[in-house]
Each structure stands twice: as structure tokens, then as C-alpha cells.
């Protein structure tokens, strides 16, 4: 990799004597190598934010005209913990006795991976939004300030967002967010489906089912939901129009939808936890996980691996590949009440009827912190940004950092209408919903959604057309069920164990025949 | 108390009028994209296989000819001509961009040996079985002209082969001695011979340009030096070879069609061993042909295939082959790396894509970055096995896939003997010799 960008500018004849090429046995100044080294990076590089930095580049190590030198020298700074945001994985240890077409091939793909995490990070500063947030005065602490107050405080559209819907005749409600955030399904316990666009307040269906409801979920989008009903598992449209009766999911009390895979994951009475791929409409895999009624359900959206809670007070981890758990953890003393997962993959927060919130890390399978509640959180969401909201009763609390740190206080807290029944945080805004006995709450949160949202992944502001184009990009990157593992990442490490197995072989094949031998020349 | 709610600003998130493009506004924090792994993995699935179901690299056939085509010349200017020498002594200039025939002319009596296209492009030679060496204006004669070469030579041998130099007006011709001519004088300024008694194949090093090589018939390859008066080295191998080609990009590095069904490379400084022994084909390889940027060949073999092999990999990247193409003779890579041309004993030449599900012509931006995207998502991903399974599949006539069978069962059989001689045998007395020395016999200076 020589330095092209040294090379592209052009010389400023002025004032400089000509130097003979620089030969590689030569020893070059540590600046002037950074400098190129540098250069030749920022030249090859999309430059977005690199062109002011460039001639900074080439001036480095050398005198200006007027004497002075760079009192920046070298490529802007990154701070660690951004670069630390995108860091992969490790560099790979290299052996001595590799091959050196391996070798290079290895360094020069780590070089430009780090190149490509170095220019996401300096991308970071580009991004347009930034967090809510909320800050009491000197005595006032946070969970006392009302959701009146705070939308009287805010602008008129954010506090438009704090709304109440009065639904008090058919049941307690439970909600689901659209991945985008953009669109609200209501599931009343007696029948009643609604799907809003709740930022404009526009009814898209209202229908009534005519059966009891246990659960309600979006599909891959606002085209399509899926409603437990009493007896089997429903799907419709956006318009309100029945698609699909599916009688083999039958008794099912929650679902979860994994986006990446197309697939909705249903817990049943039966203790039967079923998936199904919405995109081509058939059953992936039926586990009869033996526990009992699966009430408490909850996926891992880093890995896609579902949660149950049960009332031993374990929690099970499942995947479609296995017939049994992969993980059964004893977390509570009681039965569990609600588990969620916080959107890395790193964190799960429990609660159960022992009146115990814990944390755990779910990676090193290690308990971080337990809390006491005095009465106990029957529904729990994490936000994106990491805010923990807990429902007891028709009190909903909103902590803030439970995972890192130990929480004394909540950080807001909301009295509801009637006992919360549903609970969600919508995904790119600071917004809490809860479905509750009296209906629906919308409560502002600030600091809970993702500021920057991706337009490629979920654009809340995508039209029909972007919407279209992106269902058949996702439908075409579908992951296989197959893959669905503790460890994403599985598929882009070499398999060891496969090799070291093999070569076992090999060793034992020999040594049986060499041992043969032995017997045949004693003989 | 200080509170901040997120809210925005559509008018920054829409686009403004209809005829704008869409805004899409990025994030690149990973949690946002989880499964980075497992989606590439299904794009360089799916790209692997789209890949399959566009290779279509056959695109025409060159009819015209009334004998099996017996050799080729590249236009050293233009890519569009191809120059085609048949059996029964005929031949013709082709336009390759119509597909059609623009010149025909009787070059000799008997088979057209070796046509080589002068560096300047305004003249080409051609050397046959009636012992002369003719060269021949480019240029269609007018309306009414005959059809005269501008030179004719009288050789008191056949000549087999025919090459030019790159820079100089020298050519080369091989028969019973490899010669070289001066284009001014009617007798070879120069001949090497080392005790063989007819040579088949003269090739000029196109980087190094006073290098030749040649094969000959006694199972060996013989370089020369033109500033030389004799032969420079010479490397003896099993068997015979066909034709030799020069890497136009590595100036040392060699490639040789052998009767064994296996092409070898040399490095021309190191003959005891060769580079790499490229294995696939399933009876003689009649010619090869490199590609303009020296990474990959193109080989011609009696088995009706044809192969592309990287320069560095033991296995063939490609077949092509067709129901009606019989034994192939003499194969070519055009000059802007896209196409091959091969001609073959049914008096066809055809014309194939080098990369069989390229899209041909201009593309726009968005289509070169997709195409890129899925190339490299492709190399990522080559090493797993349902993809390198899915990459690697080719469909083989009946005859080859069975042939290819049964030659794996004979070279395990040979290998499985060798195995039990040295197994029982004195430890020392049989060595191993490696895949690649066991071709070469010895090489003498």
C-alpha cells in the first residue's frame, strides 16, 4: 500500500528542493510514515468528512512556508468509546507456520476492516438527532414531575403524544409497536382490534373478533398482524380483512415475531412453543417444551433465541434447532412474571412473584443485580436506549440504567386508569405505551427511543414505494431457521471443533493400524 | 426542571417534491443491524446461486469454414478481428462484432500451421504444410485485385509453428529446427537444434521479448535466448506437450499443454519442478491461451472441452462445452479479457464469455456497485460448504462425468499400490516424490 494520496496532490514547486524517490531499504522519518500511511488511507477512503483533513495529511511532517508547523498533526482523533461501539471482533492470532497467502489474505482483510469501523465511527458525528431528556431542578426529583407537566413543557407535537384513549368496554388491553414505530396495534381482552397510526391519530382497521383475545403482534410490517384468539391463531390484514385461520396453532397465549427470520414464535397453554414462517406460510417447528402454561414470553433480538418465564421460577432459553432448553436458569423463588431482553443481547431483566427485579448478563449467565420491589412488576419493557419500564398494578415505573449501576429511584413514574395489561416502548420516539383495563395510555419518556434511525432497516418516514422495495430486499435476505443459535456470529468463525474431531480420527485410524503392525512383526 | 422529548422535523425526513429521490438517512451502529453474519451469509447465498442460473456464456458461432479450424491469431490492434486458418489451407478474417466472415483467401495447399498478426496490425504471416511462409497485406484488396501475399519464403521443411516478436521485425517458425527469420531476408538468420527431430509448438515471451520457447517432440520444452547461438535450457517431462504460452504478465512463468491430460506452469529459472499442475481435463489438452492480465488461462483439449484454470489453482474455475462443438483444437482469450474463442475440428469457431454470467455492456452505476457487492460477498463466503458446493457444480457431458470417474478410481488404485510397496518395503527404499516432480524427468542445460 503505497501513499497514492501523497503522490495525487500535487507538488508545490515552490520553495522545495527536489528529493530523490524514497527507496524502501532507506529508514523514512516516523512522522513522514504516519503521515503517508495516513495520507494514502484518507485518499482511498469515500470522503465524506476527509477532503479538510487531506491536505492536513500531506502538510504533515513538512514545513510551510512560513515557518510553522501542524499544530494538529495526523488524522482527527477518535474517541475510544465510539471506536468501541463498532469494534467487531479481535485480531486473529497468527501462527508461524501458516501459510503466507493466509497471512496476507488475513492482515490485509483486518486492515480494511478496521479502516471501515474507523470511518463508521467518524460517520457518528453526521447523525442529526439527539436524545430526550429529562432533569429535575436541585430538590425535585424526576418520577414526581407529571406527564401533564412535561407536556406543557415540551412543543406542541411531542406533546401530542401523550394521549389517552378511553376503551373501558372491552377489557384490558395488550399493545404492540410496528418495527418503525410508526403504527399501534390495540388487542382488547373481549374481542376488540384497533391499528393506528397513532402519530397522526389515523384509525387504519377497528374490527371486533368475536372471540377473547390473548395476544396481538405486527407481522414483518403495517400490512399484517396476527391475533391469538381463544381457540387458534388468527391473521389479518391492515384493513381489518381475515387472511388466515391457522387451526394448528391453537390455545396460544403470547407471541413473539423475529424480523429476521420471518418467523412468529407462539407459546400455548399446552406448554407447545410452535414457530411459524409468515413468508411462506408453514410450521417450522413445534417444541413441546413439558413446563407447563407458557404465559411469560420474550425474545432476545441480538440472537433471536425466545425466553419463557415459568412459575418454578425458571427461565428457558429456546431455539427451533433443539427439542430441548439450551439454557435453564433458576432466577427467581417464586414463579416468574415478565422477562425482556434489551436490544444487544447482553442484558435480561426478570421479575418475579418473590417481589424481586434482577438483572442478569445473559452472555457470561451471571446475576448483576436484584432489587426489591414492594409489590412486585407484573409487566417489564426495556427501551432501546436501555430504560427499564415496570408495571405494577395501574403504577408505571420508569427506571433509568438498572443494568450497569445499582437504581435507587425510578426515574418517572405514571398512575394509569386501570391494571396495565400491556406494556411497550414505541421504538424510535419517547414514548411509552401501556394497554390497561381502561384502555390506552401513550406516556412521554424522554431519552427512551433511538434518536438516529437507520433508513435502510426502519424508515418511520418511508413511503408505500420504499416500503415495497425494502419487504422484498428482507424477504431475499431472510435468515434460515437453521442458523438460529446462542451465538450469531457462529457462521463467521472457523469450525474447530469439526476439525479437531477429524483429525482425532485420522490419529486413532492410524494408530490402530500402526498398532496392527506391531502385532504382526512380534508374531 | 429541563426536558427534551425527541421530535422531528418531517420536512427533514421526506423528500420534497415527487421528483427528488428518496431521503435515507443512515446509522451504522451495529445494534441497529444485528445478524450482520447470517444476512451476508444468505446475499452471498443467493448471490452464488443467481450466479448459476445467469452463466449463459456461449453467444455465437463463427460458420464458414469447409475444414476443422486449425489455428487463430488475435489482431494485435483491433479487438474486433480474428484470423482463422483451416485445415484445407483456407483463410479467414473474421468481424466479430457482426459475426460474420470479411475475407477469405486460399493461404496455402494443405493445413494452415501458424498465423501470427505482425505488432504493427497492418500485416500477418502464415506458415503451412506446402513448406512456405507467406505474409499478407491486412487491408481486403480492392475491387478487382487479386488476392497476393505481400511475401512469400520457400522453406525445405514443414513448418509447424509460427510466432513474431513483439518489438522487432523477427519472426520465428518451428518444423524439423526452431528458426529465426529476419522479415527482409528469404533464409532463417538463426537455428537451434538439440538433437530432436521436429518441433511442434515456437512461442516469443511477450514481457521479455528475446525469450522463446518451444516444445518439441522428444517430451520437452526448450527455451532460447535470440541473442544466443544456442539453445538455453531444456526441460524433459513424461510426455509430449502441445503448445506453450507465456504468463503476458509474470516474465518468467510458463504454461504447457500436455498429452497426459494435465497443463504444467514453470518457472523458467527453476525447470526441475513445475509451479503447479493444473488437473481436470479428461484426454489430451491441445492448447492454451492466457488472459490479458495473466491471472487466469484458457485450455483447449481433444476431450470437446473447454477449461478455465486460475494461474495459481490445481483446478479448472469453468467448463464450457455444447452437444455440437467436437474435439477442440486451437483457443484464444481476446485481448480485453472479456471473451474466448475456440475453434474446433466441426470447422466452427465459437465465441464465449470469459466470466459466463457477466452482463455484457454498459452498466450503469447502481448495477457496476451490486456487481461488486455480490463478487466480494462471494469470495467472503466461498470456503462454506453449501455455498462452495452450490459454485462449484457444473454440469459435464455423460462422457466426461464418467470419464473423469474412472480416472480417479485408476489414480487412487496407482496411489493405494505405491502406498502397500512402501509400506512393506525397507523404509527408504521407495520415496515419496510429490505430485509435481513426478512429471519431470530431468532437465538439461
Not at chain 2, 198 to 211: D, I, K, M, Q, Y
Request: overall charge positive; some cysteine.
Amino acid at each position: 500500500m503505497a501513499s497514492p494520496g501523497k503522490a495525487s496532490v500535487s507538488d508545490s514547486h515552490v520553495g522545495k528542493k527536489k528529493k530523490p524517490p524514497a527507496r524502501y531499504w532507506q529508514e523514512e522519518t516516523d512522522g513522514e510514515k504516519k503521515g503517508a500511511e495516513d495520507g494514502g488511507r484518507a485518499a482511498e477512503e469515500e470522503p465524506r468528512t476527509q477532503k479538510p483533513k487531506q491536505e492536513e495529511h500531506q502538510r504533515e511532517g513538512k514545513r510551510f512556508i512560513s515557518g510553522k508547523s501542524d499544530p494538529f498533526p495526523g488524522p482527527a482523533p477518535i474517541p475510544e468509546d465510539r471506536l468501541q461501539k463498532f469494534k467487531r471482533k479481535e485480531k486473529t492470532k497468527k501462527h508461524r507456520r501458516q501459510h503466507y497467502k493466509l497471512r496476507d489474505i488475513i492482515t490485509r482483510s483486518e486492515e480494511a476492516s478496521e479502516m471501515a469501523q474507523k470511518q463508521a465511527a467518524r460517520f457518528d458525528i453526521l447523525l442529526p438527532e439527539d436524545a430526550g431528556f429529562l432533569e429535575g431542578d436541585e430538590e425535585e426529583d424526576t418520577y414526581t414531575i407529571s406527564q401533564e407537566d412535561i407536556a406543557d413543557a415540551v412543543d406542541i407535537t411531542s406533546g401530542a403524544k401523550y394521549f389517552n384513549l378511553k376503551l373501558s368496554q372491552f377489557g384490558p388491553y395488550r399493545v404492540d409497536y410496528s418495527k418503525t414505530g410508526r403504527h399501534l396495534l390495540l388487542g382488547g381482552r373481549r374481542g376488540h382490534v384497533a391499528c393506528v397510526d397513532w402519530q397522526s391519530k389515523q384509525l387504519m382497521c377497528e374490527i371486533n373478533v368475536m372471540e377473547s383475545i390473548n395476544d396481538v403482534k405486527w407481522l414483518h410490517s403495517e400490512t399484517m398482524y396476527a391475533v391469538a384468539q381463544k381457540k387458534w391463531l388468527h391473521i389479518y390484514d391492515s384493513n381489518g380483512i381475515e387472511l388466515h385461520c391457522i387451526r394448528k396453532f391453537n390455545d396460544v397465549l403470547r407471541m413473539q415475531f423475529l424480523p429476521y427470520h420471518f418467523l412468529l414464535a407462539t407459546a400455548s397453554a399446552s406448554s407447545f412453543l410452535k414457530y411459524l414462517d409468515v413468508s411462506v406460510g408453514k410450521e417450522v417447528t413445534a417444541i413441546c417444551t413439558k413446563t407447563g402454561r407458557l404465559d411469560v414470553m420474550c425474545q432476545n433480538p441480538h440472537n433471536a433465541i425466545i425466553h419463557l418465564g415459568h412459575p418454578n421460577g425458571t427461565v428457558t432459553l429456546w431455539s427451533p434447532n433443539q427439542k430441548e432448553a439450551l439454557v435453564k436458569m433458576l432466577c427467581h423463588q417464586g414463579g416468574v412474571r415478565s422477562v425482556t431482553v434489551d436490544k444487544s443481547g447482553t442484558y435480561m431483566v426478570t421479575s418475579g412473584m418473590d417481589k424481586k427485579l434482577k438483572v442478569y448478563d445473559i452472555r457470561a449467565l451471571k446475576p448483576l443485580q436484584s432489587y426489591f420491589l414492594p409489590a412486585g412488576a407484573s409487566c417489564l419493557s426495556l427501551s432501546q436506549r436501555g430504560l427499564l419500564s415496570a408495571t405494577t398494578g395501574d403504577v408505571v415505573q420508569v427506571y433509568k440504567d438498572v443494568c450497569n449501576t445499582p437504581v435507587t429511584k425510578p426515574y418517572m413514574a405514571h398512575r394509569v386508569r386501570g391494571t396495565a395489561w400491556g406494556l411497550s416502548f414505541c421504538p424510535f420516539e419517547d414514548v411509552l405505551g401501556v394497554g390497561h383495563g381502561d384502555g390506552f395510555t401513550s406516556m412521554l419518556v424522554p431519552g427512551a427511543g433511538e434518536p438516529n434511525f437507520d433508513g435502510l432497516d426502519a424508515n418511520p418516514y418511508r413511503s408505500a414505494k420504499q416500503r415495497q422495495e425494502w419487504e422484498v430486499k428482507a424477504l431475499l435476505e431472510k435468515i434460515q431457521p437453521e442458523l438460529i443459535s446462542l451465538d450469531p456470529c457462529e457462521l463467521g468463525q472457523v469450525d474447530q471443533a469439526t476439525f479437531q474431531q477429524r483429525h482425532q480420527d485420522r490419529v486413532q485410524a492410524l494408530v490402530s493400524v500402526w498398532k496392527n503392525l506391531i502385532v504382526l512383526l512380534d508374531t | 426542571m429541563k426536558v427534551k422529548v425527541l421530535s422531528r422535523n418531517p420536512d427533514d425526513y421526506v423528500r420534497e417534491t415527487k421528483l427528488d429521490i428518496q431521503r435515507v438517512p443512515r446509522n451504522y451502529d451495529p445494534t441497529l443491524h444485528p445478524f450482520e453474519v447470517n444476512r451476508e451469509y444468505t446475499r452471498a447465498l443467493n448471490a452464488t446461486k443467481l450466479e448459476r442460473v445467469f452463466a449463459k456464456p456461449f453467444l455465437a458461432s463463427l460458420d464458414g469454414h469447409k475444414d476443422g479450424v486449425n489455428c487463430m491469431a488475435k489482431h494485435a490492434k483491433s479487438l474486433s478481428k480474428l484470423l482463422s486458418g483451416s485445415c484445407d489451407g483456407e483463410l479467414k478474417v473474421w468481424d466479430l462484432t457482426k459475426h460474420e466472415c470479411v475475407r477469405t483467401l486460399q493461404a496455402h495447399e494443405g493445413f494452415v500451421r501458424g498465423i501470427v498478426v505482425r505488432f504493427c496490425g497492418t500485416s500477418f504471416f502464415t506458415a503451412g504444410d506446402d513448406k512456405t511462409i507467406k505474409q499478407w497485406k491486412m487491408e481486403s484488396p480492392g475491387y478487382g485485385e487479386e488476392e497476393e501475399p505481400l511475401n512469400t519464403i520457400l522453406g525445405k521443411t514443414v513448418f509447424t509453428g509460427l510466432d513474431h516478436h513483439q518489438k522487432d521485425g523477427v519472426f520465428a517458425t518451428c518444423g524439423q529446427q526452431v528458426d529465426i527469420w529476419d522479415e527482409q531476408r528469404s533464409s532463417p538468420i538463426r537455428s537451434f537444434t538439440w538433437g530432436v527431430d521436429s518441433f511442434s509448438a515456437v512461442r516469443f515471451n511477450p514481457v521479455e521479448t528475446e525469450l522463446l520457447a518451444s516444445c518439441a517432440s522428444d517430451r520437452s520444452i526448450v527455451l532460447y535466448d535470440m541473442r544466443e547461438s544456442a539453445p538455453l535450457k531444456k526441460v524433459i517431462m513424461t510426455m509430449r506437450s502441445n503448445t506453450v504460452c507465456w504468463n503476458p504478465m509474470e516474465a518468467y512463468y510458463f504454461t504447457c499443454s500436455n498429452e497426459d491430460y494435465n497443463l504444467y506452469t514453470y518457472d523458467m529459472r527453476f525447470l526441475d519442478r513445475p509451479i503447479t499442475v493444473h488437473m481436470d481435463h479428461v484426454s489430451a489438452v491441445l492448447d492454451v491461451d492466457y488472459s490479458p492480465t495473466g491471472k487466469e488461462f484458457v485450455s483447449a483439449s481433444f476431450d470437446k472441452t473447454i477449461r478455465i484454470f486460475p494461474k495459481d489453482g490445481g483446478r479448472s474455475r469453468e467448463v464450457y462445452h455444447t452437444k455440437r462443438m467436437q474435439h477442440v483444437i486451437c483457443v484464444k482469450w481476446s485481448a480485453d479479457n472479456k471473451f474466448i474463442l475456440s475453434g474446433s475440428d466441426e470447422m466452427n469457431i465459437r465465441l464465449w464469455k470469459a466470466n459466463a454470467a457477466e452482463k455484457l455492456g454498459v452498466l450503469t452505476p447502481r448495477e457496476k456497485v451490486a456487481v461488486n457487492y455480490s463478487q466480494k460477498l462471494k469470495e467472503k463466503f466461498q470456503h462454506h460448504p453449501q455455498i462452495r458446493r452450490i459454485a462449484h457444480h457444473r454440469h459435464l457431458p455423460k462422457s466426461i462425468f464418467h470419464q473423469t470417474k474412472e480416472l480417479r478410481v485408476m489414480k487412487e488404485a496407482r496411489r493405494r499400490k505405491e502406498r502397500n510397496v512402501r509400506k512393506h518395503s525397507r523404509p527408504g527404499a521407495v520415496p515419496v516424490v510429490s505430485e509435481k516432480e513426478k512429471h519431470v524427468v530431468t532437465v538439461v542445460k
